[in-house]
Nanobody, 118 residues
């Protein structure tokens, strides 16, 4: 499988911001779309956003994050990012990056915890 290092999570108050990073290693991530998923306590993992291999196109899975989250990538650094603004308690989850390659079912990062609490 491909290797990803997810980072950038932490504790933030409602209305705060975080920037998550997904650093790929061992392969050229610029050949693949990259996605961010999240899993809240007691809930199933859900898609958050996706970016094309070139970075020219992005998609956001839920209306709840549109306008607040922005996904980008720097292919020179083999890294994708999720910029999260105006965080809400319902954004509290473990966030994972994903690429559709590296083996059956694709490859996942180890996750980074985002806690939104006052």
């Amino acid at each position: 499988q491909f290797q990803f290092a997810d980072s950038g999570g932490g504790l933030v108050q409602p209305g705060g911001s975080l920037k998550l990073s997904c650093a790929a290693s061992g392969f050229s991530a610029d050949k693949y779309a990259i996605g961010w998923f999240r899993q809240a306590p007691g809930k199933e993992r859900e898609g958050v956003s996706c970016i094309s291999s070139s970075g020219r196109n992005t998609w956001y899975a839920a209306d709840s994050v549109k306008g607040r989250f922005t996904m980008s990538r720097d292919n020179a650094k083999n890294t994708a990012f999720l910029h999260m603004n105006n965080l809400k308690p319902e954004d509290h989850a473990v966030y994972y990056c994903y690429a559709p390659g590296g083996g059956p079912g694709g490859s996942w990062g180890g996750g980074t915890q985002v806690t939104v609490s006052s």
